[in-house]
């Protein structure tokens, strides 16, 4: 029986109850603190889904052409549906061979259904004479390969030297196939100016798979993908003892060939595949891994990582285990570079709202190889940001745990990193490792050598990464700055040692004028650096709340400069007091270098047209004036990134330089190059 008041008393509570509950659900919904936030993910990953993952995409994309990429596609976007993923979707960019973006030429569709190279003359044993068969080894046939007819040709090969390679469009090489131990797609030009019908690849990156072949992924006249102007040459891939083999055939006269053939160029798509962990907010997070390759670690390892990442918090949230994230998740599927250009210049406002990424172009291989630790390389200078903190802190928090190294890498071109420049401006993060036994494009890169503990862990991390930077609000933002703030004092201190080192090492006053010059250069450029990585945790917050936060970092930015200042008045004693040990005894200035072309580049500025690299794939060789394609050049590269319309180029080189070290790379002829055809413009 109730005492009186009991009705009173039973609301009260029930509201206690009530309020009790929600404070419990609001505690919940905290974002968790990053070590239980690891431990939650760790203990909800599948290693053997990711591996099968990982399995079933190899089994498409070893083929490597555009009807198999479809297929691969439609695989990826059943699955992302069977794991929960909302807005699941094939995306179909044009594989026409002409439409660019960026400056990125769309590669030309491409199939294979056949192809067989063979040795016809002088007569060798059965099991010798057949070369290259794609259908029993796909990467013996180079991707973008040409046809022949149905009944084949017959041609004599010849071997061209590496010192052959200087007058290769000299050569004449009509109506014979090429036989190279260097990468042919390099030369692919020059093949063409010396009438070949065709390559055979005896290079590999590791001579010691002498029954592996490498992979031949780039058979385009002026770049990378083949394109509506490139040339149909054949491309086939041998293994190292073939290449012996053929060597000695060679020795002794003559020798003859047939190639049977059945590929086809056409105009058709290069599909990718996109869905999300829906937030609760408009922003998001990405992940995007590459597919269309050949290889196991390279990369359906990444595929089946970045699915198992969302996969994993997808069942974490649906079981309670984890809040909804305020920014959905969204991974991205695609061609390498090319999927993801299209992506970029197709979402500009999704860009804008895309907080950070992970590119998880990496295999996962055996934990007892040597060099298959995890590295993480970190965003260019020009996008300094938390995230390169961040990543270092997750991977302090969670390799302990399984008893494993891992390192720290400064930026790299060579994959969708390019995420992070200012035009596109998503801060990207990549993991990368080697594989052990270096199989990289080759036909050894099969899913026996993937270790499921190292799919496990790279899941983990991305996982992690991703789900954390999601549902940050403002005191994660804050404590993201404060290790940005720890990270900064250590890169502050490291140019502060290099100089301290260089004084020390110092035999005249003249060199130490210049390392105290370079030193000062250093330290001002590190802190201004670190400052941006502080502050670049703003975007986290809400508008209404930046100013209040601002105020919160401020005192990290004053404190790091207090450091530096620090640091300067150490490396400024320091000289001082080794110019004594010269007998010199006045007043020691700075003295900086002046590269001959400083003068020059101080009246040029630079504006780009368009986000991404510059690969120049549309323009002929021929026109290149021995300028580097910027595909993949890091100086090239990392100068172009800091061209904002308003720096003049000698402040780029400066910035560069600080970036990189001292080069003598040619800036000045270079951007006059970029500028003549178009690439860019010179603000007047």
């Not at 895309?354 to 295999?363: N, R």
């Not at 549309?618 to 100068?639: F, H, M, N, Y």
Request: charged residues 25%; proline residues 6%.
């Amino acid at each position: 029986m109730f005492p009186r008041n009991s009705s009173l008393h039973f609301f009260t509570l029930i509201l206690f109850a009530t309020a009790s509950g929600a404070a419990q659900a609001s505690k919940d919904a905290r974002p968790l603190a990053l070590d239980d936030l690891v431990k939650r993910i760790r203990e909800e990953v599948q290693p053997a889904k990711a591996m099968d993952y990982m399995r079933s995409v190899y089994a498409t994309d070893r083929f490597f052409t555009f009807p198999s990429f479809q297929k691969t596609a439609q695989y990826l976007s059943d699955t992302m549906k069977s794991i929960g993923l909302e807005q699941v979707e094939i995306v179909h960019p044009p594989a026409d061979g002409e439409t660019q973006f960026g400056y990125w030429t769309m590669p030309l569709a491409w199939d294979a259904r056949s192809a067989k190279l063979e040795i016809v003359s002088p007569g060798v044993a059965p099991e010798q004479r057949m070369l290259a068969d794609y259908e029993q080894t796909p990467a013996s046939l180079g991707m973008w390969s040409g046809p022949t007819p149905p009944e084949g040709i017959e041609a004599d090969v010849v071997f061209v030297s590496r010192e052959d390679l200087r007058n290769l469009e000299k050569l004449d090489l009509r109506g014979k196939i090429a036989l190279m131990d260097v990468n042919p797609a390099g030369y692919k030009w020059l093949l063409v100016k010396a009438n070949a019908v065709g390559a055979i690849n005896a290079f590999t990156e590791n001579p010691n798979l002498e029954d592996g072949r490498q992979w031949i992924n780039a058979w385009g006249d002026n770049g990378w993908a083949f394109t509506k102007d490139s040339t149909p040459l054949l491309s086939f891939s041998i293994t190292p003892r073939q290449f012996k083999f053929l060597r000695n055939l060679l020795k002794s006269g003559p020798v003859r060939l047939k190639a049977t053939v059945d590929t086809r160029y056409y105009k058709g798509s290069y599909p990718y595949v996109t869905g999300v962990i829906a937030g609760t907010g408009l922003e998001e997070v990405l992940t995007l891994a590459h597919t269309s390759e050949q290889g196991a670690q390279d990369n359906a390892t990444g595929v089946a990582a970045a699915l198992e990442s969302l996969a994993t918090l997808n069942r974490l949230i649906a079981a309670g285990k984890l809040p909804k994230p305020r920014r959905s998740i969204r991974i991205l599927l695609m061609g390498e570079m090319y999927g993801s250009m299209h992506y970029v210049a197709s979402n500009p406002s999704r860009i804008r709202k895309t907080m950070a990424a992970f590119c998880v172009d990496t295999p996962a291989a055996s934990y007892e190889l040597a060099g298959t630790e995890y590295s993480f390389h970190l965003n260019p200078h020009v996008s300094k940001d938390f995230t390169d903190a961040f990543i270092l802190k997750l991977a302090s928090t969670y390799f302990p745990t399984v008893k494993r190294p891992w390192h720290e890498k400064r930026f790299a071109t060579g994959t969708d990193t390019y995420l992070a420049e200012p035009m596109v401006g998503i801060p990207t993060i990549w993991s990368y490792s080697s594989s052990g036994v270096e199989t990289h494009h080759n036909s050894a890169d099969t899913p026996d050598r993937v270790d499921p503990r190292s799919l496990r862990d790279l899941s983990v991390v991305v996982a992690s990464f991703l789900y954390y930077i999601a549902n940050a609000e403002e005191p994660e933002a804050v404590w993201l700055a404060g290790l940005s703030e720890t990270r900064g004092y250590g890169e502050i201190l490291k140019q502060a040692s290099a100089a301290l080192d260089s004084i020390d090492k110092a035999r005249d006053v003249q060199t130490l004028s210049s390392i105290l010059a370079d030193g000062e250069d250093r330290i001002a450029y590190a802190v201004d650096r670190e400052r941006q990585a502080v502050m670049s945790v703003l975007r986290l917050v809400p508008d209404s709340r930046k100013t209040t936060v601002d105020a919160l970092l401020r005192p990290m930015v004053e404190r790091l400069k207090d450091f530096a200042e620090t640091q300067r008045l150490r490396c400024n004693a320091a000289a001082h007091r080794r110019a004594q040990v010269f007998g010199y005894t006045g007043e020691l200035k700075p003295m900086r270098r002046v590269r001959p072309d400083q003068a020059e580049a101080a009246k040029i500025v630079v504006k780009r047209k368009r986000f991404g690299t510059l690969p120049l794939d549309d323009l002929p060789r021929e026109k290149w004036e021995g300028q580097p394609s910027g595909a993949w050049a890091t100086v090239p590269t990392i100068a172009l990134y800091w061209c904002d319309g308003k720096r003049n180029l000698a402040e780029v080189i400066h910035l560069t330089e600080m970036e990189l070290g001292p080069t003598d790379f040619n800036f000045v002829a270079y951007f006059r190059f970029l500028e003549k055809h178009g690439y860019v413009e010179f603000v007047r």
